[in-house]
């Protein structure tokens, strides 16, 4: 199964209204590893385009089997 990057949003104006965000990288990323050497540049891109959020944390990894489950 590949990783995917899972990253927590908030707005910049209201930092109590926070998104949770999935991105699958289009490239092969087998490993812990290869996701975190990707997963730097994509969220400075992300970033970028959506000056109103600002990203909180993150982390790579396999789908969560449940919805719900925090990062």
Known sequence: ML???YFLTCLSANPTHCVTRV???S???????QCL?????????WQRMHDRWRVEKFRCGKPPRDD????
């Open 68 to 71: 719900g489950a925090r990062i």
């Open 27 to 33: 490239e092969e990323v087998t490993t812990p590893q």
């Open 3 to 5: 990783y995917g990057l």
């Open 23 to 25: 991105h699958f990288f």
């Open 37 to 45: 050497t990707v997963a730097q540049p994509q969220m400075a891109h």
